[in-house]
């Protein structure tokens, strides 16, 4: 078992920019698969980005390419998200998740075993 704690978020102006973090409890973290997920006020979940064990591979979703940016520190057992030219549509609670699997499923909330409480990004226009 492992627990997650976000933080770092709040109320920002489009253009602007937010750094997430997400505090893991445990002493595996280092092979943990992390990943950053967001839902809006009556949508679904979407996948935001994740990153392997030892940073060796990053995706992100079409939609924050090129602005958002995820890292981690395996020795402070931290995940970041830094946001970049956010947009309102980027308005969403943010969550991030962990997962020891490999399942071939990183872009998906189902490929994920641990998650954590959310942190709320709000973009004003």
């Known amino acids: 078992q492992v627990q997650l704690v976000e933080s770092g978020g709040g109320l920002v102006q489009a253009g602007g920019s937010l750094t997430l973090t997400c505090a893991a409890s445990?002493?595996?973290?280092?092979?943990?698969?992390m990943g950053w997920f967001r839902q809006a006020p009556g949508k679904e979940r979407e996948f935001v980005a994740y990153?392997?064990?030892?940073?060796?591979?990053?995706a992100y979703a079409d939609s924050v390419q090129g602005r958002f940016t995820i890292s981690r520190d395996n020795a402070k057992n931290t995940m970041y998200l830094q946001m970049k030219s956010l947009k309102p549509e980027d308005t969403a609670s943010y969550s991030c998740?962990?997962?020891?699997?490999?399942?071939?499923?990183?872009?998906?909330?189902?490929?994920?075993?641990?998650w954590g409480q959310g942190t709320q990004v709000t973009v004003s226009s």
């Open positions: 445990g002493r595996s973290f280092s092979v943990y698969t």
């Open positions: 998740a962990a997962t020891p699997f490999n399942r071939g499923k990183y872009r998906s909330s189902l490929g994920y075993d641990y």
């Open positions: 990153i392997t064990p030892s940073a060796g591979t990053t």
